[in-house]
């Protein structure tokens, strides 16, 4: 398997793997400040060496 899915990411030209941008808005309760609001963004991002990913158990 770990050969298998190895071949089919360098085939597939997913090493590295470009990620879509994204935005996530947060909430949150701090002690002192009370309720904060935010907002995460994402750009840009790439995921490397996923074909270096092994499953050892079960």
């Known amino acids: 398997l ?3 899915l190895r071949n089919d990411i360098s085939s597939a030209s997913l090493d ?3 990620l ?3 935005q996530t808005e947060f909430q949150d309760k701090v002690a002192i ?18 074909s270096q990913a092994r499953r050892y158990s079960e």
């Open 2 to 4: 770990n050969v298998a």
């Open 33 to 50: 400040i009370g309720k904060v609001n935010g907002k995460a963004e994402y750009s840009k991002g790439t995921l490397s060496a996923i």
């Open 16 to 18: 590295p793997a470009v």
């Open 20 to 22: 879509t941008n994204f």
